[in-house]
């Protein structure tokens, strides 16, 4: 009975009309949101969500008040296929419908495939340059690179999300380990001659020496970024080889950039970080997280153009070469707005570019999904064209039937049905609302 | 005579609109229309002199045309060129002009205005010390922040820009204050060469300046083989130099031809950039003699010599192997002064009107007058909006106001089409206030500048604007022709005894059928947008609010297919439902736009979010209607069963229900 009731309620069109209201509700304040909020903080609380939470001011408490994205793309899509499994046969009259919650069954699969699975970074790379990694707008991670080799760097990466305040973060690849002895998620380079208001954090070694951080506000700002900062104690066979502030300040651009020009002189404090031990050289860096590639892209040549007399952009684009020894490519691409590079399974799209038109950034996408919504539309597009089309044509003939009758036998919209079967709802039910006669049978 | 009476309208109106195309008038035996389809270029685009001054006059303003000056003795209206004409070349006069617009009764006391017409103004009401106090406040204003201006500062910003332009206007056929520039020129032999009337004008100081280039020439020769050169020489040089080199961040339109169109068509320049390179080159552009006799003929009132000026000019133009600028510039003209899309706003009034009489009278004549108008009009519509595509080269939706032109052509198609089958009035009234309403939308919308302008790098594709774009216009178009038949019901049923059992059927058939087809158009759409994004952006779907107002459509309209099918709603409730949908496609139209502008600020209640605002209220106010109880509804009073439709099956609606 209970297993009855809960198909009832998964296979029911009001379920289906309940979600996409709450749905409707959900996008509106999701878009509202963002004008508080930013878009990538909304994004997290609204759609890639269980539940929209509500924090009373003053409090820590979250009350639920409305279904998150998850859990209406959730319900929608099991709704979806228990009505279809439940009650749907496929017949020439429904292959419409039936396309299009194929359609909409692919596409809501593909985007949730996306959301896990989709990896965005970007490549920055100066004219005349080459690069084979890309970078993490977001994440970073704490580098340990063997640098003893010139020809060859050995990279040991830690993420950020392990970097916690009283943590020992073993490398078995090389002999040491590290300790978390500060960690800060925003932070502010701060002068020697600034007083610090907050927590600070100053190292014994490198540049963090006579260069403190302040702690910051986490900030949520589309336009802003946090700029993490750590302090770590590098640990060897038990003994302690000294303290170094790693954060992004010192490696990610334009942070870095803007540090040196601060500094002036100074400015040469920023360089790598190394220690020694047993024979080797290491270098430590808190930076975005980096892909690597088994391929490089050289940046040719960037263009940008302007309207003649205008400062509207006509045109960017990037010129690079692809060089992949592996698989025997060495190809030029122009790379331009709407026209990525499909390489490797990852796509380049021409993302930005830096004043004085020399320095591009591409964005780059590995999205295993991304065929999906092109299926999907066409799936859809079809689909609803069929179910449409065939209730327009069968509208046109009974009406083009009613025009002819109007003239002998008594006319109006209760003539017989014409058709012997009403057909399955909802097709049933289109029926019924294009044609009254047909429902005022069923009643 | 009823038989031929739709016939007889329809040929009026047909004959009105024709009458665009008799000879353009000739004011004072001036040419002016061929002086304003010569081809410019600015916003990057080659434009004639004719489109310049209607959207300046647009922006500045909101008309096409101005008024005669208070006072002025021959009252005529003057067309947009005429007006450009005499502000480029007779500044005094047009100064009287009232092309200014002052809303905001602060700005009018800052500017000590308040006499005169209503939020009119002309250049010489302002006394120097006003218009400083003007830049002063504008230079203000511009450092805070947009979204916090209040609507007295907006004025006053949008009043400040109106002057810089004017002003640049003014500079831009030829530099102003000829006559005083040559009179405190420093003394020079080549002085002499001027007549007594060529040294008040610009054809003189153009006379001397070719003079003086060869001689301009000769002297960095000489600097450079360092031989001595005349003083004299680099004084008079000097001078021009230091008129000419701001001149040429000043001058608006780039009305200079290339002079090498075959390096480089692109190449045109203001007077001031061409005078000025005239040193570099050692050559002076000879378009700018032909601009200087325009110049002088006009001021001196000599239509033979104006209108000979003009036609050499476009002879030399052509020589130059520039004919297709020239022939922009003359389709442009006529697409301006046919005005396609104003004839045929006033075509869907004269048509809604008829159709409103029809439902009153039950005339058929009536009716067929009505919908041969809303035929003609769309033809003209249609028209309008084929001529701009081959003008642009470019699908008909690349901005706001051609979206706005586009819905209303969708809708109109869609209305066409239920007139036919129904021959009810209702297609005709729909698609006639549609038509008329997005119509009036774009025309405010096109006093925001250049309609025409150039698509930015990520739009620049023809592709997704042909697919993504159209195809999601039409599903608003849909949407709203849905929304406004449930409006056709709910008042007539409400407010009439109009609403029989059979229009009701026939109403709703015509919401389910069309919200069908903006279901299927609005998400097609919106998947294309996304497919766009992947492309250009690497992800398909970003929440960003534009695309969330187009999911919201493609929500709404799946919940309303849906509650119809699983019988949660019957007529009455798919009526407001539809309704709705009109808010939810507003919104996404507009709302979102202006999001961006904040939501706590005096910004937020620009005029269009007032207008939106009141539309979503209407709509409120008519869905509160729908949602009456029967009895209430005059239509239904002890008539009849109220919904005819029987209530389907609660549960499972994907249940196959048999006879």
Request: glycine share 6%.
């Given at each position: 009975m209970m297993l009855n009731g809960l198909i009832q309620f998964l296979t029911s069109l009001r379920l289906t009309v309940a979600c996409l209201f709450a749905a409707i509700i959900l996008v509106f304040f999701g878009t509202l949101a963002q004008v508080e909020l930013g878009l990538y903080v909304t994004q997290e609380q609204y759609f890639r969500s269980l539940f929209v939470f509500w924090t009373p001011e003053g409090s820590n408490w979250k009350i639920p008040v409305w279904p998150g994205g998850y859990l209406l793309g959730g319900v929608l899509l099991a709704n979806l296929i228990a009505a279809h499994i439940k009650r749907f046969k496929f017949t020439a009259k429904k292959s419409g419908i039936f396309l299009t919650h194929i359609g909409l069954i692919l596409l809501l699969v593909g985007q949730f495939l996306t959301e896990v699975y989709q990896v965005e970074s970007f490549m920055r790379i100066e004219e005349g340059k080459a690069k084979n990694y890309s970078e993490d707008g977001r994440g970073n991670e704490l580098a340990v690179i063997d640098v003893t080799d010139p020809n060859q760097e050995k990279v040991v990466a830690v993420p950020q999300s392990s970097l916690v305040k009283g943590a020992t973060i073993d490398i078995p690849e090389f002999p040491i380990s590290i300790r978390v002895k500060e960690f800060f998620r925003n932070s502010v380079p701060g002068g020697p001659m600034v007083q610090a208001s907050g927590a600070r954090i100053t190292a014994t070694q490198g540049t963090g020496l006579r260069l403190p951080f302040d702690q910051q506000a986490v900030t949520a700002k589309m336009d802003d970024e946090n700029k993490p900062v750590a302090l770590v104690e590098v640990l060897a066979d038990g003994t302690a080889l000294g303290e170094w502030t790693v954060s992004t300040w010192l490696t990610k651009h334009p942070w870095s950039t803007y540090l040196k020009g601060q500094l002036g002189a100074g400015g040469s404090l920023i360089g790598p970080q190394t220690f020694q031990h047993a024979g080797r050289t290491y270098e430590l860096a808190l930076r975005p997280v980096r892909y690597y590639k088994p391929y490089t892209v050289k940046l040719l040549d960037f263009t940008h153009a302007r309207y003649k007399g205008t400062d509207i952009p006509k045109d960017f684009s990037s010129r690079i070469h692809l060089s992949d020894p592996g698989e025997n490519v060495e190809r030029d691409v122009l790379i331009y707005m709407n026209n990525p590079l499909r390489y490797g399974g990852e796509t380049y799209y021409q993302g930005g570019f830096e004043p004085g038109d020399t320095v591009s950034i591409l964005q780059v996408v590995k999205n295993p999904a991304w065929l999906t919504p092109y299926l999907s539309c066409v799936l859809v597009g079809v689909g609803l064209l069929v179910q449409f089309g065939m209730h327009l044509t069968g509208f046109l003939r009974k009406s083009s039937a009613r025009a002819k009758g109007a003239s002998g036998a008594p006319a109006g919209g209760h003539q017989p049905p014409t058709q012997g079967q009403p057909a399955a709802v909802p097709a049933g039910a289109v029926n019924s609302a294009v044609n009254h006669s047909h429902s005022n049978r069923n009643s | 005579m009823k038989q031929r009476l739709p016939w007889i309208v329809c040929g009026l109106f047909a004959l009105w609109v024709l009458s665009a195309l008799r000879p353009a008038p000739k004011p004072g035996g001036f040419a002016l229309a061929e002086f304003g389809r010569l081809p410019v270029?600015?916003?990057?685009?080659?434009?004639?002199?004719?489109?310049?001054?209607?959207?300046?006059?647009?922006?500045?303003?909101?008309?096409?045309?101005?008024?005669?000056?208070?006072?002025?003795?021959?009252?005529?209206?003057?067309?947009?060129?005429?007006?450009?004409?005499?502000?480029?070349?007779?500044?005094?006069?047009?100064?009287?002009?009232?092309?200014?617009?002052?809303?905001?009764?602060?700005?009018?006391?800052?500017?000590?205005?308040?006499?005169?017409?209503?939020?009119?103004?002309?250049?010489?009401?302002?006394?120097?010390?006003?218009?400083?106090?003007?830049?002063?406040?504008?230079?203000?204003?511009?450092?805070?922040?947009?979204?916090?201006?209040?609507?007295?500062?907006?004025?006053?910003?949008?009043?400040?820009?109106?002057?810089?332009?004017?002003?640049?206007?003014?500079?831009?056929?030829?530099?102003?204050?000829?006559?005083?520039?040559?009179?405190?020129?420093?003394?020079?032999?080549?002085?002499?060469?001027?007549?007594?009337?060529?040294?008040?004008?610009?054809?003189?100081?153009?006379?001397?300046?070719?003079?003086?280039?060869?001689?301009?020439?000769?002297?960095?020769?000489?600097?450079?083989?360092?031989?001595?050169?005349?003083?004299?020489?680099?004084?008079?040089?000097?001078?021009?130099?230091?008129?000419?080199?701001?001149?040429?961040?000043?001058?608006?339109?780039?009305?200079?031809?290339?002079?090498?169109?075959?390096?480089?068509?692109?190449?045109?320049?203001?007077?001031?950039?061409?005078?000025?390179?005239?040193?570099?080159?050692?050559?002076?552009?000879?378009?700018?003699?032909?601009?200087?006799?325009?110049?002088?003929?006009?001021?001196?009132?000599?239509?033979?010599?104006?209108?000979?000026?003009?036609?050499?000019?476009?002879?030399?133009?052509?020589?130059?192997?520039?004919?297709?600028?020239?022939?922009?510039?003359?389709?442009?003209?006529?697409?301006?002064?046919?005005?396609?899309?104003?004839?045929?706003?006033?075509?869907?009034?004269?048509?809604?009107?008829?159709?409103?009489?029809?439902?009153?009278?039950?005339?058929?004549?009536?009716?067929?007058?009505?919908?041969?108008?809303?035929?003609?009009?769309?033809?003209?519509?249609?028209?309008?909006?084929?001529?701009?595509?081959?003008?642009?080269?470019?699908?008909?939706?690349?901005?706001?106001?051609?979206?706005?032109?586009?819905?209303?052509?969708?809708?109109?198609?869609?209305?066409?089409?239920?007139?036919?089958?129904?021959?009810?009035?209702?297609?005709?009234?729909?698609?006639?206030?549609?038509?008329?309403?997005?119509?009036?939308?774009?025309?405010?919308?096109?006093?925001?500048?250049?309609?025409?302008?150039?698509?930015?790098?990520?739009?620049?594709?023809?592709?997704?604007?042909?697919?993504?774009?159209?195809?999601?216009?039409?599903?608003?178009?849909?949407?709203?022709?849905?929304?406004?038949?449930?409006?056709?019901?709910?008042?007539?049923?409400v407010l009439s005894k109009g609403l029989t059992a059979e229009t009701g059927k026939s109403l709703s058939r015509m919401v389910y059928g069309i919200l069908c087809f903006a279901t299927l158009f609005s998400f097609v759409g919106t998947v294309l947008g996304g497919i766009w994004a992947d492309q250009s952006w690497g992800r398909f779907w970003g929440w960003d609010p534009k695309e969330n107002g187009a999911l919201l459509i493609v929500l709404m309209n799946a919940a309303i297919l849906h509650a119809r099918w699983g019988g949660i709603v019957r007529d009455r409730g798919l009526m407001v439902m539809a309704i709705a949908g009109n808010i939810v496609t507003a919104w996404s139209w507009f709302g979102v736009n202006m999001l961006g502008v904040g939501l706590h600020s005096y910004g937020f209640m620009d005029k269009a979010f007032v207008w939106l605002l009141t539309f979503i209220i209407s709509q409120l106010v008519v869905m509160g209607l729908g949602m009456l109880p029967p009895r209430f509804w005059m239509s239904f009073k002890g008539n009849r069963p109220v919904d005819s439709t029987p209530k389907l099956s609660h549960r499972g609606g994907i249940k196959p229900r048999t006879a």
């Open positions: - | 270029l600015l916003n990057g685009r080659v434009q004639p002199f004719d489109s310049v001054a209607r959207n300046t006059l647009l922006s500045m303003h909101g008309t096409q045309t101005v008024r005669p000056a208070p006072g002025e003795a021959s009252g005529r209206v003057l067309s947009a060129t005429e007006w450009l004409l005499e502000l480029m070349s007779k500044p005094e006069q047009a100064g009287n002009r009232q092309v200014f617009r002052v809303e905001s009764l602060e700005l009018r006391n800052l500017l000590d205005a308040r006499e005169g017409r209503l939020g009119q103004l002309a250049y010489n009401d302002f006394s120097q010390q006003k218009l400083q106090d003007l830049e002063q406040e504008a230079r203000r204003i511009s450092e805070k922040d947009s979204q916090l201006r209040s609507g007295y500062e907006k004025d006053a910003l949008h009043l400040a820009e109106s002057v810089h332009l004017y002003h640049r206007l003014r500079n831009s056929l030829r530099p102003e204050n000829s006559q005083h520039f040559l009179e405190h020129l420093p003394d020079h032999p080549l002085k002499a060469s001027l007549t007594a009337s060529e040294s008040g004008e610009f054809a003189g100081e153009l006379k001397l300046y070719k003079q003086l280039v060869p001689v301009a020439m000769t002297l960095l020769h000489k600097e450079a083989a360092g031989e001595e050169y005349n003083q004299a020489d680099v004084q008079l040089l000097a001078s021009f130099f230091r008129r000419y080199e701001p001149l040429s961040r000043f001058a608006y339109p780039l009305i200079v031809p290339p002079m090498h169109p075959d390096v480089s068509r692109d190449d045109w320049s203001n007077i001031g950039t061409s005078l000025s390179e005239s040193l570099r080159s050692g050559e002076v552009n000879p378009a700018l003699d032909y601009f200087a006799r325009m110049d002088s003929s006009f001021r001196k009132g000599r239509s033979d010599d104006f209108n000979a000026a003009v036609a050499e000019y476009r002879q030399w133009l052509q020589d130059k192997n520039l004919t297709p600028e020239l022939k922009k510039g003359q389709r442009e003209w006529l697409f301006n002064h046919l005005e396609p899309f104003y004839k045929s706003m006033t075509l869907y009034v004269a048509a809604l009107i008829l159709g409103c009489v029809f439902w009153l009278n039950f005339s058929h004549p009536v009716r067929r007058t009505a919908f041969y108008l809303v035929v003609l009009a769309f033809a003209i519509h249609t028209a309008g909006v084929l001529f701009r595509m081959f003008l642009e080269g470019r699908p008909p939706v690349t901005n706001l106001y051609s979206s706005a032109v586009f819905v209303g052509w969708g809708a109109v198609v869609l209305g066409i089409i239920l007139e036919r089958l129904f021959k009810d009035g209702v297609g005709v009234v729909t698609a006639s206030t549609i038509g008329f309403v997005t119509l009036i939308i774009a025309h405010h919308l096109s006093a925001t500048g250049d309609t025409m302008e150039m698509m930015r790098a990520v739009l620049d594709t023809n592709l997704w604007l042909a697919t993504h774009v159209v195809v999601i216009t039409i599903g608003y178009s849909a949407t709203f022709l849905a929304g406004f038949l449930a409006i056709v019901y709910i008042l007539r049923g």
